[in-house]
T-cell receptor, first 114, second 112 residues
Framework: TAGITQAPTSQILAAGRSMTLRCTQD?????MYWYRQDLGLGLRLIHY???????GKGEVPDGYSVSRANTDDFPLTLASAVPSQTSVYFC?????????????FGPGTRLTVL | GNSVTQMEGPVTLSEEAFLTINCTYT??????LFWYVQYPGEGLQLLLK?????DKGSNKGFEATYRKETTSFHLEKGSVQVSDSAVYFC???????????FGSGTRLSIRP
């Protein structure tokens, strides 16, 4: 199985432009997450979804929006990109929200905003 | 709020050396505890986990024991290899929140 796929692999974006990062999982997991990873800061949660049709804000949600229309897809949208959004973005999923559920990660999208 | 503290890197060791990466977490409730590993250019993947006190998680020669009395989950390996070079993240997950909390990561480099 593919697990989690993300697209694109990398992107250079002009400031002020919008962009959607795609994430798809084939494990029928209920919960999905978006993180950004910056050098020296580890992973920070942007948005999450505990189940299809619901979303919630994480630690750093400003400038990002998400939707969860179905179980498999969890796109992340930057409405008007700024240079501080340059980062590596990881999508993740877990079977549920129980504390024992591990998270599975996609390969990441490297975004550069100029 | 809940938090996790792990050893700052980078850590550089020679091949076959003993490894310890310290991790302590906030003692709020009884979280499940995870170690994730990130190899260069890849996403994170689960290395091992423990879901209750005194449990020992193990995988690929790595071990970590859930120590409730010291609120710790230190990662150990008896003899590291060059292929273990990666970034390691300690991550507790509390029942009070649906999200895992990730430590800042420890970069490990192994010299041949």
């Amino acid at each position: 199985t593919a697990g989690i796929t993300q697209a694109p692999t990398s992107q250079i974006l002009a400031a002020g432009r919008s962009m959607t990062l795609r994430c798809t999982q084939d494990m029928r997991h209920n919960a999905m997450y978006w993180y950004r990873q910056d050098l020296g800061l580890g992973l920070r949660l942007i948005h999450y979804s505990n189940t299809a049709g619901t979303t919630g804000k994480g630690e750093v949600p400003d400038g990002y929006s998400v939707s969860r229309a179905n179980t498999d897809d969890f796109p992340l949208t930057l409405a008007s990109a700024v240079p501080s959004q340059t980062s590596v973005y990881f999508c993740a999923s877990s079977r549920g929200t129980s504390e024992s559920n591990e998270q599975f990660f996609g390969p990441g999208t490297r975004l550069t905003v100029l | 709020g809940n938090s996790v503290t792990q050893m700052e890197g980078p850590v550089t060791l020679s091949e076959e050396a003993f490894l310890t990466i310290n991790c302590t977490y906030t003692a709020t409730g009884y979280p499940s505890l995870f170690w994730y590993v990130q190899y260069p250019g890849e996403g994170l993947q689960l290395l091992l986990k423990a879901t209750k006190a005194d449990d020992k998680g193990s995988n690929k020669g790595f071990e970590a024991t859930y120590r409730k009395e010291t609120t710790s989950f230190h990662l150990e390996k008896g003899s590291v290899q060059v292929s273990d070079s990666a970034v390691y993240f300690c991550a507790p997950r509390y029942s009070s929140a649906s999200k895992i909390i990730f430590g800042s990561g420890t970069r490990l480099s192994i010299r041949p």
